[in-house]
């Protein structure tokens, strides 16, 4: 049985298994067809977006003996030679991987300094990874900087940060510099999709939305989300038991009590309001999350509903609510709500409740279609006479 974390089991092989990074992984696949690849490369973005692993697929793509190369195999296929087989198993001694956070002294850079006059053993060019490069210290960074400036033949140093800005200009000017972008959460949920599928995890496709707009588009962390859930119990996951996995029930009535507001039913508001603080949910978070509707249902009336990171079920439920009220009627509540300081865990929860009281006073529904048309009807001029 394979132990691994699905992270490290999914771990993409190929330029074509990289999930959502296209703009990156079609500019490295070009330099290796056309041999044009550079001595330095600095990959930064997010944490979990695939900088490593992008890394190491450029290590192998630049070793592997192999024509066409191993790592420009189709989506689907995993057909490796010897090389690309030790780097993909972390047996590769050319390939050396090296954790600036930990390993930030000027010595450690001398010694991939000396390490790196020698010749590569098995493949044609030596790969040093050089993760949180941020990390580096002021006498290791001019170290490094001077290994930049007259790279030793056959080497290619590869810097992965989280914090690009944090890099002295002299390093980053010597990279060629990729940035890596937030993974699309319908991405996320399509990979999600298939990992479940193979893992034999019965969880609906809700659940995956909701697990991948939870993540930020960092897809390692949606997988460790993924492998979280899946390990709670033999059940099939639904959306209700990851919002309650997730300590997120304030979502589910969010969308209620909003609708309350808008019609104005203050004793339905109040009463639901203590039934959620009752079950420990942070009237700060009810706030936070009816404003995020709010927000929703905004967007929705402005038909960019694709534009929000929301499950389907919660964007049917936005068009269905906002269809009846106006855009202006949704403005002046966003506004009251937003502007109320709400405490953390305040019990009994008065400052939610006075702001939600004067959310329900501003909110006034929008004319009905009947409404309107009569108003038109007697606002005509008389005819004259
Ligand atoms: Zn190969």
Known sequence: MDNRVLYQKWRPLTFNEIVDQEHITLTLRNSIDQSRTSHAYLFAGPRGVGKTTT????????????????TMQEPGKRKFCEVCKSINAGKMIDLIEIDAASNRTIDNIRDIKDKAMYAPNMGSKKVYIIDEAHGLTGAAQQAFLKLLEEPPENVVIILATTEADSLPLTIVSRCQRFDFKRINHREISNHLSIIAKEEKINIDNSALDLISINSSGSLRDAENLLQQISSIGDE??????????????????????????????????????????????????????????????????????????????????????????????????????????????????????????????????????????????????????
Do not use: W
């Open 236 to 385: 099939d996951i639904n959306e209700e038991h990851l919002l309650k996995f997730l300590g997120m029930g304030a979502r589910s009535a969010s969308l209620e009590i909003l609708s309350l507001v808008l019609e104005k039913e203050t004793d339905k508001v109040l009463a639901l309001i203590q039934n959620e603080v009752n079950n420990g949910i942070d009237p700060r978070m009810i706030k936070d999350r009816l404003l995020k509707d709010l927000r929703g249902l905004i967007y929705t009336k402005n038909n960019l509903s694709e534009l929000l990171e929301e499950t389907e079920h919660t964007i049917n439920k936005y068009s269905e609510l906002s269809k009846k009220y106006s855009l202006e009627v949704l403005g002046e509540v966003t506004t009251v709500i937003l502007k109320s300081d709400i405490p953390s865990n305040e019990n009994p929860p008065i400052n939610l409740e006075i702001a939600l009281l004067d959310a329900c006073l501003t909110s006034k529904p929008a004319p009905t279609e009947a409404v309107v048309q009569k108003n038109v009807e007697t606002s005509k001029p008389a005819p004259t006479e």
């Open 55 to 70: 890394a190491r697929v450029l290590a192998k793509a630049l070793n592997c003996p192999e024509s066409p190369n191993c």
